[in-house]
């Protein structure tokens, strides 16, 4: 399960995608490091509310402790807006902010309408545990799993950073309705995959190096996209960039380029290209900025 890198920018956004396999790194204004100790074989989640493309994701308040609000604040790629899921034996799932394996998701209290969400010392009780099924396309809602009856809801439909979370009865409206990223399809055309969180759990589709420079290709299955990310040298002092290019019957289409990637910022990435029909090719390419010497990858077609 190849996954996001995306400490090194933690200023700026997630890394994009470790090598192959693996959990990702990307929390708040406060960031947190990504925990270590989550099995690989857990699946992280993301869920943005306010329709898509959404920048507001469903995130842990200063990547803070036991009794910590959930809350949304605009997407930063970072660990407190990334939710690993682990499977209940009792059924349905826990969720943990991504800097804490300890941390679940929960609210205090008896189930109710309007009971604020939290972040609590994972104790296997059935407040913690949560049921994610489809409510519209490309989009979830969490239910409480002992009864099924109350959902995480965005009180008073109110989609603005830093809006608390709580329970309130499921209505399948929109408040409920949380998208698995910020985009998807065409609507993430040019977008960055860090913030919008595509990069999470996204594939590697070539892979090459180029002298100390490492270039790849990256497919997000859940956004339906395509982008180029390079790590370059650090000591190396001249000015490199990394492009995707689109590609129709061997003709380009069209080319996204990353920021220029030298000493102190050894990683960029791509905007991303919508995956649009399986005509279009794409590959990526390293460029040196001084003279326009272009080193390109194989081109890879996908299927929408």
């Excluded at 994972?122 to 913690?128: A, E, F, I, K, L």
Aim: glycine share 10%.
């Amino acid at each position: 399960m190849p996954v996001p890198l995306r400490r090194i920018l933690s200023a700026i956004l997630l890394a994009l995608v470790a090598t192959t396999t693996g959990l990702t790194m990307p929390a708040n204004p406060a960031a947190a490091a990504w925990d270590p100790q989550f099995p690989s074989n857990w699946h992280i989640r993301t869920f943005f509310a306010g329709g898509s493309p959404s920048t507001l994701a469903m995130d842990a308040r200063f990547s803070g402790g036991h009794g910590t609000p959930v809350q949304l604040w605009t997407s930063n790629g970072l660990e407190a807006e990334m939710w690993v899921e682990e499977p209940a034996s009792e059924g349905g799932a826990y969720y943990h902010p991504g800097y804490n394996r300890w941390l679940c998701l929960d609210f205090n209290g008896e189930r109710g309408a309007g009971i604020p969400l939290v972040v609590n010392n994972c104790d296997g009780s059935d407040s913690q545990r949560w049921f994610r099924s489809a409510n519209g396309p490309n989009a979830v809602k969490l239910t409480t799993h002992s009864d099924n009856a109350y959902c995480v809801d965005v009180p008073s439909s109110q989609f603005n950073s830093g809006q608390g979370l709580w329970i309130w009865p499921c209505n399948g409206g929109n408040a409920q309705r949380f998208h698995n990223a910020g985009c998807f399809g065409s609507n993430c055309q040019g977008l960055d995959p860090a913030l919008t969180f595509c990069s999470v759990e996204s594939d590697v589709s070539d892979d090459f190096t180029v002298g100390d420079n490492r270039v790849t290709l990256h497919r997000s299955g859940r956004c339906s996209t395509v982008w180029a990310r390079m790590t370059a040298d650090p000591d190396a002092s001249i000015s490199r960039h990394v492009t995707v290019q689109r590609l129709l019957g061997g003709v380009s289409q069209g080319t996204l380029s990353s920021p220029p990637v030298s000493q102190g910022n050894p990683v960029g990435w791509t905007p991303m290209y919508t995956i649009a029909s399986s005509q279009y090719y794409y590959r990526a390419c390293w460029v040196y900025s001084g003279t326009g010497q272009t080193v390109c990858g194989f081109s890879v077609s996908y299927v929408p």
